[in-house]
């Protein structure tokens, strides 16, 4: 999980898409879907959580900023 948590939010979510599209292809086997479904599960906590930081960060700019 170290290598994800190293990925840009964009870079993450790319990886997202592919997989989610491989999955549904249906071509893979069991084994390598429910793998895949769990790097998924670990890039969507990833993406979740570079989210919550980007709003929180707005949030402290918003709070801070003058007030007009």
Do not use: F, N, W
């Amino acid at each position: 999980m170290d290598e994800i948590k190293q990925l840009t939010y964009e870079a993450a979510y790319q990886q997202l898409e592919t997989l989610v599209a491989q999955m549904e292809s249906g071509e893979l086997p069991l084994e390598e879907s429910v793998a895949l479904y769990e790097r998924g599960q670990k890039l969507a906590a990833h993406c979740q959580a570079l989210l919550e930081a980007a709003e929180l960060k707005i949030r402290l700019v918003d709070e801070d900023g003058p007030s007009q």
